[in-house]
């Protein structure tokens, strides 16, 4: 059966979405970490100025290999680009950023899968409960929507009353847009996919911190919420320090799900520094959440890590590849987003309409893309002008013809070949994938 395109249908929901958070007293909560991204604004000029006066050897990566110095930045950022790689790198020299300011432009926005979402959802509207690591004013400036609130001595309270005296938590973005020529070595190379890197430079990250008081609050309160979306585990190296940090969680986890047995936890992946760390992180994980997302690149990087072999422009490769990851990690089901379509993969969720969310997902990360920041009820409207994204429409087809071992609902998206904007706009996906979770 065709695709059947609901967007206008889902996003004429919203208000509804809305009206219950408030009538219930209950909220999406987003949880653990936030940043300041200090966003490089790409001039192609200027990179290849830089690769001309620091790139010593050919474009390459190693896992978890750091950025030290100028001349790894020209070597590891450059792999990426002409790859149209997007990922995560950690650096540990504050020369770097200082020195980039000689080639380009620096704007600064805010950073971490949990504060974008919840900023996604505030910008629509749609209340949210979240806790942030970087509370300085630098980044809760970003997030004065009315309806987004954290916690002080366990009580809520808007999230403007939450600022801190501490420093900015920095990460570098540098986004690439496809089409840009680089010049290499004395060879030209073409960026095929236009994507962005993420340098982190802060070690509060490392130990990934959560506030006690804000895991009371939830327990106490269990059955306000409608869903839990955890993220933020992908800059800890240190496996002693990560089993710390779930040994803390995961009492958490079983006294949220005690209490709340309808709860569902969502948890959202990212590109992890350390493999061994996302390895042991997801087993444990596994346990307690619900619903585990992902970007495409994700799934591709994981099931390379696994040596699975994996062709993701083929849907009935893709499905394999999901079904050799549930088997692995136990989930209910598995969100996978990609800049042509959202899918869900797994078991049947009662009363839960799933392809709301997927749609929602699409159409707030569409229009951050588009207009390049989070959008509005009706700027999010004016997307449901761009196409729906061809590959999207052929992947619905197929999959609506195949019998696959679990329940797989897929919606293609909104697709612009040069988006504006490409920092967030998963964060963003996952913000709009929630809404589906109010009942």
Not at 3 to 12: A, G, H, M, S, W
Not at 176 to 182: C, E, F, M, V
Not at 268 to 286: F, K, W
Not at 306 to 330: M, Q, R
Request: hydrophobic share 40%; net charge negative.
């Amino acid at each position: 059966m065709a695709y059947r395109d609901k967007y206008l249908e889902y996003l004429l929901e919203v208000p509804g979405i809305i009206d219950r958070c408030r009538e219930t007293d209950s909220r999406l909560v987003f949880a653990y970490t936030s940043n300041l991204d200090a966003i490089i604004k790409w001039e192609a000029g200027g990179f290849n100025k830089l690769l001309e006066q620091h790139l010593e050897e050919e474009p390459s990566f190693v896992e978890e290999e750091t950025i030290d110095n100028m001349e790894d930045f020209a070597r590891i950022v450059c792999y990426y680009a002409i790859h149209g790689y997007g990922g995560e790198v950690e650096i540990t020299n504050g020369e770097v950023i200082e020195k980039l300011k000689d080639y380009f432009e620096i704007q600064y926005g805010l950073g971490g899968t949990c504060a974008q979402g919840a900023a996604a959802l505030g910008a629509m509207g749609v209340p949210a409960l979240i806790h942030i690591t970087d509370q300085s004013e630098e980044v809760i400036k970003w997030m004065t929507y009315e309806g987004l609130e954290s916690t002080k001595n366990e009580k809520r309270v808007p999230l403007r009353n939450c600022v801190s005296n501490e420093e900015s938590l920095i990460h570098l973005v540098m986004q690439y847009p496809k089409g840009d020529i680089l010049k290499v070595r004395g060879k030209e190379y073409e960026v095929v996919l236009s994507n962005r890197l993420i340098m982190d430079y802060d070690q509060v990250h490392k130990v990934m911190p959560v506030r006690e008081e804000f895991l009371k609050y939830l327990e106490k309160n269990a059955e306000s919420m409608f869903s839990y979306n955890i993220s933020g585990f992908n800059a800890i190296v240190n496996v002693d320090v990560l089993k710390e940090r779930l040994e803390q969680l995961e009492r958490h986890y079983r006294i949220l799900k005690a209490r709340n047995p309808d709860l569902k936890i969502y948890f959202e992946s990212a590109h992890y520094i350390s493999a061994r760390i996302r390895d042991y992180l997801y087993s444990v994980l596994s346990g307690y959440i619900d619903v585990m997302g992902m970007n495409e690149e994700e799934l591709v990087d994981l099931a390379k890590k696994k040596e699975y072999e994996l062709d993701k422009n083929d849907i009935e490769s893709v499905l394999s590849a999901l079904d050799y990851l549930l088997e692995l990690y136990p989930v209910k089901g598995i969100v996978m987003h990609s800049k042509d379509y959202a899918l869900y993969y797994g078991a049947q969720m009662e009363e839960i309409d799933l392809e709301m969310g997927l749609t929602m997902g699409n159409l707030m990360s569409a229009t951050r893309a588009r207009i390049g920041h989070y959008g509005t009820q009706a700027e999010c409207r004016e997307t449901l002008g761009v196409n729906l994204s061809p590959a999207g429409l052929e992947f619905a087809e197929e999959i609506s013809k195949m019998k696959p071992k679990h329940t797989a609902i897929l919606v293609p998206s909104r697709y612009m070949e040069k988006p504006k904007y490409t920092i967030g706009l998963g964060d963003t996906f996952v913000a709009g994938m929630q809404m589906c979770f109010v009942k």
